[in-house]
C-alpha cells in the first residue's frame, strides 16, 4: 500500500498555556521524531488535551513556540496545518454517509474524483469496513465509528496524526483489537503518531515513547521499558505501573510489586530483606496479590505468580521479603503526589 | 398498543372535565365556523368558490401569503444569524441575550407597532437621521406599505425563529466542526460544508413555525399598513364587523385553520414538537 510522505517531527519549545490565572500548560519541551509513536499519558487535568489543542491549532499558544519539521507554527491556522486528527467523541460528520466522510478532506482539496474514490476504497480496506461504506454514522458501532475517524483522519496522508483519547468510549476487549490494528496501521502508514491516554497499559503496550505529564509539565519522557524499569520520580513509578516506596536513610526507593520474592519467615534469602505479616491475600489469575505488613512502613504490595501458590500462604502468615539490589530504583519523591498518584 | 388500550380506562375521567371544557368552547366554535362557511348566505360551496373568482379574495390570499414568506424568510435569516452569536458567545453574554429574548416575548405586539410607527413615520426617528446626515433629500416612505408591515412582522418574529434554530444548534457536537478544521476546512467550508447542512431541521422547523404564526397577523398590518395593506386576518374581522358577510369570514377563516393544521403536521414530520419549542434534543 502506498505509505504517502513520510511522518515529520514536532519540537515543542518551552510551551505554556493559561487560562486566565490557571496554568493548563507548563513550560513543556519535546523533541517528537519523525514518524514514532509517541504517547501523552497523565492524570485527569494534566493537560493533555490542551498541549494537542495548541499542536492542531484549536488553542493559542501562551508562552513558547511549536516547531514542525523546523518552522514555527504558531500563526498557521488550524486547516493550513495538514495534521489528521482524532477526537475523543470521533466527531463525524452525522449527516454524511461512512464513504463522504473519508472523502471529505480529499474533496476539501480539490483532488480529481478517481483519485477520491481509489484513497477512499484503500482507507476501506485499511480499517476493515469495505461493507459499510454507505451508511451514516449512527447506523455504525463504537469501534467501527472509530475505525471511520481514524480513516478520515489518514485519508488525506497527513504527516502527523493526533488521537485524543480515540479508545476511550470502548469496552476493553474491542480496545484490544483496536490497539492493535491502530499499530499496524502505524507501522504501515509512517506518520507520526501522538496519542493521548490516561491508560497506562495502552501507553505502554502501544508506544514507541512515552511522554508522563503531571500538573502541565513533563514528568519524565522515555521508552515504555525505560519508563517502567527505571522511573526517576515518586509519580512516573506510581502512574506507570505500581510500585513500593522503600525509604531508607532519606533516600527513596522505587520497588515494583513482582520484584519480590516470599519466603517464610526466617527462610529468606537476598540482598535486602523486611520481616512482615500477611495480610491480605487477593487471587488475580495469574498472579497473587498479597498486601504484607511491615513493622514501621506502609503495607507491601508483593505479585507472586498464582501457579502452585496460592495453598502456599494464609493470612497471618509470617513471612520474609527478599529482593536484590537491582530490583529497586531511587526516585525522587517531593513533589507531593505519592498519595494522588495511585488513584488519578 | 397492547390489548388492554381497548379496554376502558377509568382515569379518562380525571381528564373529562378538561376535555369537555375543550370541546365545548374550542371545538364546538370551530365546528360552527366550518358550517357557517358553508351554510352563510345559502347552502353550498360558494363562499370558495369565491378563491377564484373573486380578485379580492384572490389577491387578498396571494398578498397574505407573498409577506407570510417574506417575513419568514428574513425572521430566519435573522435569527439564524443571532442564535450563531449566541452559540458562539462566552456564557455571560449567552445568558444575557436569553433574557432579552425572553423579555421581547412578553412586550405586546400593540406596543412594538406603535413604537416602529414612532421610528419609521416621515417625521419619525429613522427618516429624521438619514435627512440629518445628507444622506437622502426627502422622507423614505417606510410605513403605511409593505414595507412598513414586513418590518414590523420581521422583527416580532425573530425571537420566535431563534428558539428552535438555538435548540437544533445547542444539540451540535462542536467538536464536529473543529473536526472540519482540522480536515483542511476553512471557516466558511466548514459553515457550508457541515455546520449549514447539519441545522437544517432546525431552519425547516423555524421556518414552518414562523410562517404559521405570520398567517394570523392582525394588529401589525392593521397598524404599519395604515389600511393599505390588508392581510387575511384584518380582511376576515372587516367582513364580520363592517360589511357583514359572515360567509366569507368563515370560509377564510376555515382556509386558515386548515392551512395551518397541515404545516403543523409537515413541522411534526420533522422534528418533535417539543423540539421546536425548546425541549431537549432529539
Ligand atoms: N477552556 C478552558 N478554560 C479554562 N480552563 C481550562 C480550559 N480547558 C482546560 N482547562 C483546564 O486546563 C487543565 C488541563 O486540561 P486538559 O483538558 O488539557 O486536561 P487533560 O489532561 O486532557 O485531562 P483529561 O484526561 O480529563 O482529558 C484542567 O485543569 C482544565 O480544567
Ligand atoms: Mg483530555
Known amino acids: 500500500m502506498n505509505a504517502g510522505p513520510a511522518g515529520i517531527g514536532v519540537v515543542f519549545s518551552n510551551v505554556t498555556k493559561q487560562y486566565g490565572k490557571m496554568t493548563a500548560v507548563d513550560g513543556v519541551s519535546l523533541d517528537i521524531r519523525a514518524g514514532e509513536f509517541l504517547t501523552l499519558l497523565g492524570p485527569s487535568g494534566s493537560g493533555k488535551t490542551t498541549l494537542l489543542m495548541m499542536l492542531a491549532g484549536f488553542q493559542d499558544i501562551s508562552m513558547g513556540d511549536i516547531l514542525v519539521g523546523g518552522a514555527s507554527i504558531a500563526a498557521t491556522p488550524p486547516e493550513k496545518r495538514n495534521f489528521g486528527m482524532v477526537f475523543q467523541g470521533y466527531a463525524l460528520f452525522p449527516h454524511m454517509t461512512v464513504r463522504k466522510n473519508i472523502a471529505y478532506p480529499l474533496e476539501i482539496r480539490h483532488r480529481p474524483r478517481a483519485e477520491i474514490d481509489a484513497r477512499v476504497d484503500e482507507m476501506l480496506e485499511m480499517v476493515q469496513l469495505k461493507g459499510l461504506a454507505d451508511r451514516h454514522p449512527h447506523q455504525l458501532s463504537g469501534g467501527q465509528q472509530q475505525r471511520v475517524a481514524l480513516a478520515r483522519a489518514l485519508s488525506f496522508s497527513p504527516r502527523v496524526l493526533l488521537l485524543d483519547e480515540p479508545l476511550g468510549a470502548l469496552d476493553r476487549k474491542l480496545r484490544a483489537e483496536v490497539q492493535d490494528q491502530l499499530k499496524d496501521i502505524h507501522n504501515r502508514v509512517g ?154 | 398498543m397492547t390489548a388492554r388500550s381497548s379496554r376502558f380506562n377509568p382515569y379518562w375521567l380525571l381528564v373529562a372535565p378538561a376535555v369537555l371544557l375543550v370541546l365545548a368552547l374550542y371545538v364546538a366554535p370551530i365546528v360552527n365556523v366550518l358550517l357557517l362557511s358553508v351554510t352563510d348566505p345559502k347552502p353550498g360551496f360558494d363562499n370558495y368558490a369565491k378563491i377564484f373568482q373573486s380578485d379580492t379574495v384572490a389577491g387578498l390570499l396571494w398578498r397574505t401569503v407573498r409577506l407570510c414568506l417574506i417575513t419568514t424568510v428574513a425572521a430566519v435569516t435573522l435569527g439564524y444569524i443571532v442564535s450563531y452569536a449566541m452559540l458562539h458567545a462566552l456564557s455571560h453574554v449567552r445568558r444575557r441575550m436569553m433574557s432579552i429574548l425572553l423579555i421581547s416575548f412578553w412586550i405586546s405586539v400593540l406596543v412594538r407597532s406603535f413604537a416602529w410607527l414612532m421610528l419609521l413615520g416621515h417625521n419619525g426617528l429613522v427618516n429624521d437621521a438619514l435627512l440629518g446626515l445628507g444622506l437622502i433629500s426627502e422622507p423614505l416612505p417606510l410605513m403605511r406599505n409593505e414595507l412598513g408591515v414586513l418590518i414590523g412582522m420581521t422583527e416580532y418574529m425573530v425571537p420566535y425563529a431563534i428558539l428552535p434554530l438555538l435548540a437544533n444548534m445547542q444539540g451540535i457536537d462542536p467538536r464536529v466542526s473543529s473536526a472540519s478544521r482540522s480536515l483542511g476546512a476553512s471557516h466558511a467550508q466548514t459553515f457550508f460544508r457541515v455546520f449549514l447542512p447539519l441545522t437544517r431541521p432546525g431552519i425547516i422547523a423555524a421556518s414552518l413555525l414562523v410562517f404559521i404564526s405570520s398567517l394570523g397577523f392582525y394588529v401589525t398590518p392593521a397598524i404599519l399598513g395604515g389600511g393599505k395593506v390588508q392581510m387575511i386576518a384584518e380582511y376576515i374581522s372587516v367582513q364580520l364587523l363592517v360589511t357583514v358577510r359572515w360567509g366569507v369570514a368563515a370560509m377564510l377563516a376555515t382556509l386558515m385553520i386548515a392551512s395551518v393544521l397541515a404545516l403543523m403536521y409537515v413541522l411534526n414530520r420533522f422534528m418533535k414538537l417539543s423540539v421546536v419549542f425548546g425541549g431537549a434534543t432529539r
Not at chain 1, 245 to 257: K, N, Q, S, V
Not at chain 1, 261 to 289: D, E, P
Not at chain 1, 330 to 338: A, K, L, N
Request: charged share 25%.
Open chain 1, 191 to 344: 506518520t507520526t503518531f501522538i496519542y493521548v491516554t490516561h491508560d497506562q497499559e495502552e501507553a505502554l503496550t502501544m508506544s514507541d515513547r512515552i511522554v508522563i505529564m503531571n500538573r502541565g509539565r513533563v514528568v519524565q519522557v522515555g521508552s515504555p521499558i525505560e519508563l517502567y524499569e527505571k522511573p526517576r520520580t515518586v509519580f512516573a513509578a506510581n502512574f506507570l505501573g505500581k510500585s513500593n516506596f522503600i525509604r531508607h536513610e532519606g533516600r527513596i526507593f522505587a520497588l515494583r510489586p513482582e520484584k519480590i520474592q516470599v519466603f517464610a519467615a526466617g527462610k529468606g534469602q537476598g540482598q535486602n530483606r523486611l520481616c512482615g505479616t500477611v495480610r491480605s491475600i487477593t487471587y488475580m489469575g495469574a498472579t497473587l496479590k498479597l498486601m504484607v505488613e511491615v513493622e514501621n512502613h506502609p503495607t507491601i504490595e508483593v505479585h507472586v505468580p498464582a501457579w502452585h501458590s496460592a495453598e502456599a500462604f494464609s493470612e497471618s502468615q509470617a513471612v520474609e521479603l527478599c529482593w536484590s539490589n537491582d530490583a529497586q530504583v531511587e526516585v525522587e519523591g517531593g513533589d507531593g503526589d505519592e498519595a494522588g498518584a495511585r488513584s488519578a
